[in-house]
């Protein structure tokens, strides 16, 4: 392996996904401001995600995807003559 290409910053860290409250600790580099006391006591950086294997519609089984930023509604309403006409034929 090369020297030199590993980030030096790789430590424990918890994602929490934001629409569910699911956390889990895990290791990574990824930066983060925001910090977490965990179940065990210690104090862990805190990463917020908003979609996770808990959360995720192919993981779930269920086919609903949590929307957050209306992006299903600004699409049907632009679209809204299109998918009309293909549910009258």
């Known amino acids: 392996m090369k020297d030199g290409i590993h980030p030096k910053e790789y430590r ?5 996904d934001v629409s ?7 290791k990574s580099c990824v930066n983060t401001k925001d910090t ?12 917020k995600v908003e979609i996770s294997n808990t959360s995720h519609p192919y993981f779930t089984g ?3 995807l949590i929307d957050t930023a209306g992006r299903v ?3 049907t309403t632009r679209y809204k003559k299109h998918i009309d ?3 009258t034929k």
């Open 12 to 16: 424990l860290v918890v994602f929490k």
């Open 20 to 26: 569910n409250d699911y956390s889990f600790v895990t």
């Open 36 to 47: 977490i006391v965990w179940e065990d006591g210690t104090e862990y950086p805190l990463f």
């Open 62 to 64: 269920k086919m609903k």
């Open 73 to 75: 509604d600004k699409f």
């Open 85 to 87: 006409k293909k549910t």
